[in-house]
């Protein structure tokens, strides 16, 4: 991955290969965003001019770059938009900084080392800078490069060095030390969803979570197919007896050595969703690889927190299955024993995210947690609702549901507050078993949601997040946000874990 450096070195004088800069909307103009100073200088202090000429006016997602003056290390400068400048003596909008820094990455594909001289006034900027940076470098470029490739092969920028970072700050340290080990983990699980779902089976999954479970210090527990049948887990066992790749339940713990608190993480993990005998129809498969976003983002919350030493106990699930359609696979109409003993009458196997949940909720409620949240591609009613970018929130408890949502608001991810009406759970009253798996069309990704709550512990404070829109991106790229797995939720995980951990909530 890109590598990360705090220097002292002034943005005239340090060796790279580009210097970036930050560019904002002013009342007359393109401004020069702080951190420049020295840039601005070579420029004979005409840089906001001279972009304002190539047509640069300060906006979000701009990117200008042009050769550098004499005076500059850096043979190139690259001015990234902010958006509109704060108020005097107001601080840039970290999300704008994450963005913009973000932007810089993608736009210096191929470039070797970049010197960053964007705004910095306290140490969550250079978080902000950081996690935007690393993340805008991401690329997947594994099943690239063969032989006679034409593709771009670019290799992403290599080495990010943050000026102004103050380095031999306590602070800032430990802004960049977290902004790296959090990249890294959103980086990993943005591989996990783009590896293609022939590679990224069930078992392949559960052995690249348990060889970097291990690497971190986390104890891994995997059940596999034998042990599944063995425990009655009979919704992950339902979704995945169509597969020729059989289903895996696996457990990461990561225990603080002081803190009682428990955090307990809940991840959809469907490596490839066809939609079973209920098959999806072409033009709705052809991205289902990234229906096991949910437990990538589970897996790297946990492995980040353990990263982190965050002062909390978090335990992640990872629900593992591949829904495929034959001879073996669940009908429609058929009922399946779920592990908290509720029969459950399967009216479309397309609706494969709440079994092997389901069945992940009950076994995570059993360790009584403080908290759990679960983490899902479950619905498109959800991204019908909200769109491609936000996450929907539902939970038992309303204090706890508000919590999240702030809290991703704080970390830069979108997400919106969503009701459990009690008045939609009669829509999955079934003739034969104890519930359905489906019911009203309208509101679905509540519906999904009360199916959910049914599986959670009596009295266990619960939320649950449907990623279904952000968690793979197939527009352009823009910002730190790349084409594919984005890593959604991530963030918002930690920081939650974080928060737990000093005793904020729950
Ligand atoms: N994995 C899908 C949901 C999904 C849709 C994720 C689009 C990402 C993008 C889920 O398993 C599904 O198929 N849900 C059905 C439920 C329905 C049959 C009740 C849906 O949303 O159509
Ligand atoms: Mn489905
Ligand atoms: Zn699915």
């Not at 080495?159 to 700050?169: Q, T």
């Not at 759970?425 to 003739?431: I, N």
Request: proline share 5%; charged share 20%.
């Amino acid at each position: 991955m890109t590598a990360l450096t705090l220097s002292t070195a002034g943005a005239a004088t340090l060796r790279a290969d580009a210097i970036v800069v930050g560019v904002a909307k002013g009342a007359k103009g393109p401004v020069v965003a702080p951190g420049a100073e020295a840039v601005d200088k070579a420029f004979d202090g005409k840089l906001a001019s001279v972009l304002e000429t190539l047509g640069a006016a300060g906006a979000e997602g701009e990117a200008t770059k042009l050769p550098s003056p004499a005076g500059l290390k850096a043979p190139v400068v690259l001015a990234v938009g902010l958006g509109a400048a704060p108020e005097k003596n107001g601080s840039y909008d970290a999300e704008a900084l994450r963005r913009a820094a973000g932007t810089a990455a993608r736009v210096l594909t191929g470039t070797k080392k970049a010197a960053f001289a964007l705004p910095i006034s306290e140490a969550a900027d250079t978080a902000a800078i950081a996690e935007g940076a690393l993340l805008g470098a991401y690329a997947f470029t594994a099943y690239q490069g063969g032989a006679d490739a034409k593709g771009s092969g670019k290799a992403p920028l290599a080495e990010v060095a943050l000026l102004g970072a103050k380095p031999r700050d306590k602070a800032h340290k430990a802004a960049a030390e977290r902004a790296l080990a959090l990249a890294e983990e959103i980086n990993r699980a943005r591989d996990l969803i783009n590896t293609p779902p022939n590679d990224l089976t069930p078992e392949a999954f559960a052995a690249v979570a348990s060889a970097a479970g291990k690497e971190h210090g986390l104890k891994v527990q995997i059940l596999d197919e034998k042990a599944l049948v063995k425990g009655g887990f009979g919704g992950i066992l339902g979704v995945g007896q169509g597969s020729a790749n059989p289903p895996r339940l696996v457990k990461l713990t990561y225990t603080h050595s002081r803190n009682a608190k428990t955090l307990a993480l809940v991840g959809k993990g469907i490596t490839y969703d066809s939609g079973g005998i209920s098959l999806k129809p072409a033009g709705h498969n052809e991205t289902m690889k990234c229906d096991m976003s949910g437990a990538a983002a589970v897996f790297a919350a946990v492995v980040a927190a353990a990263r982190l030493g965050l002062p909390v106990n978090v335990t992640g699930w990872l629900a593992l299955a591949e829904n495929m359609p034959s001879g073996t696979a669940t009908r429609p109409g058929d009922v399946l024993r779920m592990y908290s003993g509720k029969t459950v009458e399967v009216l479309n196997t397309d609706a494969e995210g709440r079994l092997v949940l389901g069945d992940a909720l009950w076994k995570a409620s059993e360790e009584k947690p403080d908290a759990i949240v679960d983490v899902a591609t479950l619905t498109g009613a959800m991204v019908l609702a909200l769109g491609n970018r936000t996450f929907g929130i539902m939970a038992n408890d309303d204090a706890f549901r508000t919590a999240i949502h702030e809290i991703a608001d704080e970390v830069g991810e979108q997400s919106w507050p969503m009701p459990l009406p009690a008045e939609l759970r009669k829509g999955m009253d079934s003739p034969t078993a104890d519930i359905a798996n489906m019911g009203e069309r309208m509101g679905g990704g509540l519906v999904a949601g009360l199916f959910l709550q049914e599986f959670v512990g009596e009295g266990i404070t619960w939320a649950h997040l449907d990623i279904a829109g952000p968690a793979f991106h197939e527009g352009a790229p823009y910002g730190y946000t790349p084409k594919g797995g984005t890593g959604s939720s991530v963030r918002t995980l930690v920081r939650l874990a974080e928060r737990m951990g000093a005793g904020d909530l729950g």
